[in-house]
């Protein structure tokens, strides 16, 4: 069982078009780690 199935999240299948609030795509780790070590320190904007 996975984390969807564990929170009761069913599947759908998007038959329609790219929407991110659908699903979305997998990250590479290494893009998960890059984004986790940005997140850990303030910037300037």
Request: no cysteine; charged share 15%.
């Amino acid at each position: 069982m996975n984390f969807y199935e564990k929170m009761g999240i069913k599947p759908i299948i998007n038959a329609s078009e790219t929407y991110t609030v659908l699903g979305g795509s997998l990250m590479e780790e290494q893009t998960v780690q890059a984004m986790a070590e940005a997140a850990s320190h303030f910037i300037n904007l």
